[in-house]
């Protein structure tokens, strides 16, 4: 059982500061020795106006899913701050502004909207950070203060993240922020001496093994820099456009650059030109630009070049909702493109996993020849975890091309059927190893063919290719006693955490629950998850999509219909959701 | 639904009663019930009995917070108003919220009054009256043998026995003062004290607090008349002045209290007044007086709120238990407790 | 730097000092209380005296026995900013801290060669004394009682004004050329009439010496005494015998300051009586709090009836009372209760309920006497020559009332002798710097008075100051409180961008987005309107009688539209015309 799970909420307007109040909140909890899971909304628009709300989950163990309560919630605007308030749980702590510049109508005011349970703690954040700096535009770091005297956090935490980060602005900017914590401090030490306040069990202070706070995006990025990439070709799209951000900045380091393609269709024809070159390359983009690449991804998988592609999964269809999170690319990820054109296509939960599969991504592409695609999804690829990245060992850099053998000087054939079904592949340029590459279907030496003959070899080898892939893939995961269950959950991405909180749960009342992590979209494992689904008696697939596309992928393999949990609200799934759904199953 | 909206400001038992009975008296209206502590309602007359661990913190709430929400009553806990325009029938609350109604109660009740000459010791002095006070006390009794209760108002009797419960040696001096709405007299000192020694309290003659010395940590030395005590903790028992000073620029009638007439009527329409902080003109008594005890202030909540509601309902009916002080009746419900 | 500087006599200009500098609108002898504020944080004491001795003759004096009309009237003190700027204690502050300084040249200024008499050496005889002096005029000073200082030293106990702080500005101003004439009744000793022949004016200052009388059975029993007959007593040195059970009837300064003797004097039972509340006192929360700790008793809602007693008072009957209707105003009315009447025993019972002025005879031997009637504006009576000012024109009132229609009397003394005015008010504007004020300083708590303590110490020497004056730290944390009104924040708008960057910073709602400005007859802005919305809005206004001074406003500005000025109500010798300068 957690010692400590507490959820934190910032709300407030675009322009009070609560995206970066929420990433030093998260910082300073983080080296307070807890673990983190965090996520922010902010405005769709691009300079938008609108409502921020920070999300952050805070507990001396890792955690999985987002939690649907909130313990904690600062509000540093009162109106937007009421859309919040349902979420609060039993004896939340609300920390508002009590001193607005003017009266305010009843109403106005978030002391009207909690319920008489709620410990509301009231300090004059404007005033405060006012007084203490000259300007109001720290007073988010005023109520940060307060934050820390209620639940009784070092201070010094907080003071150290917020040196760090404003210490490029300048002398003038650090103090005028320091001064506005420590008012905050101060006042809410005098103000709040008398009342009970909460107990937040901190863990011991220890050497912290060397986590660190980051984003899918950055796991996703520093990845593709572990892997030696030196080469990105991408068009910005939310909510992918931070990777290509951070390789903008990262690459010219290493000798590498980043190229802003004209789109993404152009974007793709680069990757596979890089790859094609020997040189591993990437793009990274969401489901609109990620449908553009389809037909040369499809190229990728006839001319059997590697490729590696991030698709950030967003709201659909079309243009859909960018800023809210979904799963529903699935579909497109393994079957987008004309014809029979089997890719890989791997998955991961959550931000360590971002990091693993993208470094993975370049071998898989090397060795299988074909276009890899990472299909994350937007809260995977905002949210920020406290994980460890130790950087890629030796093993995980290797180059995993197959080149050909001297032996195959003068007569060598790209395309040559093997019992593997891999071709070992020449680069080109390389003397005595001419070939023929070509999108057309085309004989073992690569020249375009159309006969029956042919391309009934030709598409049986490249599948069998890709079958085999399934020894480098990683297999379902399960969570399980190992008996006879009930209900079995299988999920896949982010979705997978809210799914195990749920299935930990019911296993901890004592129901026979378990959970199957699926990472390798295709190809999957069928054998592992039919020997799963033999297990159980009902099958539960929770999924942010309309019809279930993982449950029509791999539903078939149960002996009977699975259990489809749909939601496409754009946010995460809620694991009380799936545990609700579970025990109508029992 | 109806276009009214009754506030009552404090949860004390007038305050509770009295949003009770304009549920039961309004049923379509919109009730608000202000309360600057930050729990729902309980009983402040058992605290004594919590101090002295006889009942548990739970027996203490008057209901569960989710009631509230059942009987429609919006409780805003931890908010206190600090302004009040009965004209305009609007208040603020401390975080500038103005909050605007058709009917008033006030029901904000007294806080425990330390008589001026002693405000010097005032950080030294325990006195009680919230349940905070009473984890404050709870916390500091078993750190001490022996207590002087100073005052002599019907809240001390029952910490009084409290303490003597706990095995504490208790020490009290008797202020006339203390006794205010009722009068001091001889007599009544005389039977004060007689029933206290009884008990074992040893009862001291004088009331002049010449001064009291810190000698060490709960360690304290006073100097009464004549007398020297000795003791680890000192509680000031000198009743309640009624919590009035945010209604200073209000326009109210006050004097110690909100001065209302026996309906509990302030003269500014929908705006009435109960419980521990009004003050009515009692002809039996030939002064003014302010409710002791949580029966009397139960049913002065009522009272309150049937006449907010149009009836026509005179406070002070007779109370359960009757005190007799030179021959005229006063109603309290605590004196027998002890 | 050449800051410009204007002189302004418009009535425009003096509303806005009414609405922005309303300490100063609120004190009757429009003291410039920022400028000696101000003077006192930058530690020049004798500078801050000397701003409240050209407004206030006693500064020392008032520091401890001001009714502060400017203290209910401080910004500080509006509801959301806390409380109002101890102003009565710097003034003290600087008058205790300042080195003495030389007694000033007599009459400084060439002869006018005119004489003028004084009845009465009180607040208001002594500024009028003072002003007429420093202006050419040779005065004679005409005191019934022994020493100068009328109520001041025989009404106002020693424990409140100690007689050392009063002796010395009272010899100043005795050294500007007065001739002061003690122990002569104007009227008895000396004829109205003869006066006026030998002067070219004679200006009555006599106070109110005539107690008010509840007209009760048994009022003229022994141990009755009048509250201000008791007082003078008591501050002459010998106070009746009171015996150990007081009442005291009164609710002003008067009756707490019998109640505070009667202490000083033994008696262990005082309870002062009121007709009405505590809330309708007439001193100040501060007087009413030092009364109660010293041990008095108040007790409220009783209208006596009866004085009980046979050879000697025994006893008051009192009915209860029941607070009534407002009349305007002025005071609730007061209701007796029907069969309500009980009895407090007493030793001793003090009446304090106010006092008239004493009839002066206008011919020696005449038959029947009246008070004299005079026009309060402009202190002329019925009789050419003869002027009347303080308590003696308009009944009982406040020492810095006195103070200033005592000089305002002088003024317009001088003006009649001479046809022409002396000195006139102008609102005097420079340029200045923003404030070097700090939004922490708004924020510093109110540094209190310090007492002598614990109780029992005062009564051991009962001449003993009660209040010890607060230390050089002290007076200069409060000082920093005060927002110094006296700026005046003006925003520029044919430069004004309207970026809202001044809106944003604001600590209250000081800064507006304006359709319209409401102006009066004269011209002053009284008001706003204001707009939400953008196409609605004609300017961004600094609302000055909201602002407080914090000059964020202007740190912010990106276009440096925003200009400060020093606007303050002064003095100067009246100038030809209706030209300024």
Known sequence: ?586 | MSEEHFIVIGNGPAGHHAAVTLRLEAPGARITLISKEPHGGYRPHLLPKWISGNIKEEALYVCPVEEYKNMAIKLRSGQKVVALNPGQKELVLDHKEVLRFSGLIISVGGTPRIPEPLLIFKDILFTLKTLEDARVWREEIPRVDSVLMMGGDLTSLAVTKALLGLGKKVYFMVNEEAFWPLRWSLSLFEEMSHRLQQKGVEVLADQRVKGITRKGDCDYEIQIGRQTVRVGMIGAFFGLTPDVRFLAASGLRLDRGILVDEYLYTGFKGVYATGDCAQIYHPALRDYWVSVGHDNAVELGRTAALNLVGNTVKAGAAGKCIFEVQGIKVNTSWWTEF | ?581
Not at chain 1, 164 to 191: P, T
Not at chain 3, 488 to 493: G, K, V
Request: net charge negative.
């Open chain 3, 1 to 581: 730097m050449g800051n410009q500087i204007r002189y302004s006599v418009e009535p425009e200009d003096f509303y806005y000092m009414d609405v922005n500098v309303p300490c100063q609108a609120a004190c009757p002898a429009a003291t410039n209380i920022p400028a000696y504020i101000r003077a006192l944080f930058e530690g020049r004491y004798d500078g801050s005296y000397s701003i409240n001795h050209m407004a206030n003759i006693l500064p020392g004096v008032l520091g401890r026995v001001c009714s502060r009309p400017c203290e209910d009237k401080c910004r500080h003190g509006e509801p959301e900013l806390g409380r109002p700027v101890n102003i009565c204690h710097i003034k003290r502050a600087a008058a205790d801290l300042r080195r003495k300084a030389p007694p000033p040249e007599p009459g400084p200024l060439a002869s006018l060669g005119k004489k003028v008499a004084v009845a009465g050496a009180g607040p208001a005889g002594l500024a009028a004394a003072h002003d007429l002096c420093t202006l050419g005029v040779a005065v004679t000073l005409y005191e019934a009682f022994e020493k100068g200082g009328g109520m001041l030293r025989y009404g106002i106990p020693e424990f409140r004004l100690p007689r050392e702080v009063l002796e010395e500005e009272i010899d100043y101003i005795a050294a500007t050329g007065a001739i002061l004439k003690t122990g002569v009744r104007v009227g008895i000793d000396v004829p109205i009439e003869d006066l006026l022949r030998e002067h070219d004016a004679v200006l009555l200052a006599a106070g109110c010496y005539r107690s008010l009388r509840l007209d009760l059975p048994g009022e003229d029993l022994p141990g009755v005494y009048p509250g201000l007959e008791f007082m003078m007593q008591v501050c002459a040195g010998k106070p009746p015998s009171i015996g150990n059970r007081v009442l005291v009837v009164g609710a002003g300064f008067t009756a707490f300051d019998c109640a505070r003797s009667a202490l000083r004097l033994g008696a262990e039972d005082v309870t002062i009586c009121l007709r009405r509340t505590e809330e309708d006192l007439a001193v100040t929360k501060d007087e009413a709090i030092e009364t109660k700790t010293e041990g008095v008793k108040i007790a409220s809602l009783m209208l006596s009836r009866k004085i009980l007693g046979k050879e000697r008072v025994e006893g008051v009957e009192f009915v209860r009372t029941r607070p009534g209707e407002k009349r305007g105003e002025g005071k609730r009315e007061v209701v007796a209760i029907e069969e309500s009447e009980f009895v407090l025993p007493a030793d001793c019972v003090i009446v304090a309920t106010g006092q008239r002025p004493e009839p002066i005879r206008l011919t020696v031997g005449k038959k029947g006497e009246e008070v004299l009637k005079a026009d309060p504006d402009s202190f002329s009576s019925s009789m050419k020559g003869l002027y009347v000012a303080g308590d003696y024109l308009t009944g009982p009132s406040t020492v810095i009332q006195a103070v200033g229609m005592g000089r305002r009397a002088a003024e317009k003394i001088i003006r009649d002798l001479t046809g022409k005015p002396f000195r006139e008010k102008t609102v005097r504007m420079e340029e200045t710097e923003i404030t070097d004020r700090k939004r922490a300083w708004d924020y510093v708590a109110r540094q209190e008075m310090p007492t002598v303590q614990p109780v029992p110490e005062r009564f051991r020497i009962p001449r003993t100051e009660v209040e010890t004056g607060l230390s050089p730290e002290q007076a200069q944390e409060e000082s920093k409180r005060c927002y110094l009104c006296y700026l005046h924040y003006e925003i520029d708008i044919g430069r004004c961008i309207y970026c809202r960057y001044c809106i944003d910073v604001a600590p209250r709602d000081c800064i507006k987005l304006v359709k319209e400005v409401k102006t009066n007859e004269a011209g002053a802005i009284t008001g706003f309107t204001e707009t939400t919305h953008w196409a609605e809005v004609n300017a961004i206004v600094i609302d000055n009688s909201r602002c407080i001074r914090c000059g964020e406003c202007m740190r912010v500005c990106p276009v440096n539209c925003i200009t400060v000025t020093k606007v303050e109500l002064t003095e100067r010798t009246a100038q030809e015309g209706k030209d300024h300068v």
């Open chain 1, 1 to 586: 059982m957690a010692k400590v799970d507490l959820t934190i909420e910032i709300c407030g307007m675009s322009g009070d500061g609560t995206i970066a109040a929420g990433g030093i909140l998260n910082e300073a909890m983080s080296r307070a020795g807890l673990s983190v899971l965090a996520f922010d909304s902010y405005p769709a628009e691009i300079r938008g106006f609108g409502r921020c709300v920070t999300h952050s989950r805070f507990g001396d163990q890792e955690m999985q899913a987002l939690s649907e309560k909130t313990h904690v919630l600062i509000s540093l605007d009162d109106k937007e701050s009421q859309s919040r308030t349902p979420f609060l749980a039993k004896n939340a702590v609300v920390l508002f502004d009590n001193k607005p510049p003017s009266y305010v109508e009843e109403g106005t005011s978030i002391a009207a909207h909690v319920e008489p349970d709620v410990r509301l703690f009231g300090m004059p954040f404007t005033d405060l950070a006012a007084a203490a700096s000259g300007s109001t535009r720290g007073r988010n770091l005023a109520a940060l203060g307060g934050f820390a005297v209620i639940f009784g956090v070092p201070p010094a935490h907080f003071r150290e993240v917020i040196a760090k980060k404003f210490k490029a602005k300048g002398e003038k900017v650090l103090d005028a922020n320091l001064k506005s914590f420590d008012a905050g401090y101060r006042y809410a030490s005098e103000a709040f001496k008398e009342r009970e306040r909460p107990v937040l069990l901190l863990p011991e202070p220890g050497k912290d093994e060397e986590r660190i706070l980051i984003s899918g995006n950055e796991a996703v990025a520093r990845a593709a820099l572990d892997a030696g990439l030196k080469l990105y070709f991408g068009y910005p799209i939310t909510p992918a456009t931070p990777i290509m951000e951070y390789l903008a900045k990262a690459l010219p380091a290493k000798g590498g650059r980043m190229v802003q393609m004209e789109d993404e269709i152009a974007s793709i024809g680069a990757v596979l030109g890089s790859f094609f070159a020997g040189k591993r390359a990437m793009t990274a983009t969401s489901g609109p630009g990620f449908a553009l690449m389809t037909e040369l991804i499809t190229h990728g998988v006839m001319s059997e070049t590697p490729a590696v592609i991030i698709n950030a999964q967003r709201g659909g269809p079309a243009t859909g909702m960018p800023s809210k999170t979904e799963q529903s690319d699935l579909q497109a990820a393994v079957f987008g493109g004309p014809g029979d054109s089997a890719r890989i296509v791997i998955a991961p939960t959550n931000v360590r996993e971002c990091y693993e599969f993208t470094l993975m991504s370049f071998q898989l592409a090397e060795r299988y020849q074909t276009p890899v695609i990472v299909l994350t999804d937007f809260f995977l690829n905002n949210r920020v975890e406290k994980v460890k990245i130790v950087g890629a060992s030796e093993a995980q850099r290797e180059d995993w091309n197959l080149y050909p053998d001297e032996s195959s000087r003068g007569q060598y054939e790209r395309y040559r059927v093997t019992e593997s079904g891999i071709s070992p592949r020449a680069i080109p340029g390389t003397e005595g190893f001419l070939f023929d590459a070509t999108g057309l279907e085309h004989t073992e030496k690569g020249r375009p063919d159309y006969s029956s003959e042919i391309h009934s070899k030709m598409t049986e080898k490249r599948h069998r290719k890709i079958r085999g892939a399934l020894n480098d893939l990683p297999e379902p995961v399960e969570f399980s006693s190992g008996e006879a269950m009930d209900v079995g959950v299988i999920a896949w991405g982010s979705t997978f955490g809210s799914a195990l909180e749920a299935v930990l749960r019911t296993q901890q009342e004592g129901m026979k629950v378990g959970a199957l992590k699926m990472m390798s979209l295709f190809p999957y494992h069928a054998e592992a998850i039919r020997a799963f689904m033999k297990k159980c008696k009902e099958i539960l697939i929770p999924e942010l999509n309309y019809e279930g596309q993982l449950a029509n992928l791999v539903g078939h393999l149960h002996g009977k219909d699975v259990v489809r949990l749909n939601r496409t609200t754009g946010m995460p799934m809620s694991p009380t959701l799936i545990y609700e759904r579970i025990k109508t199953l029992i």
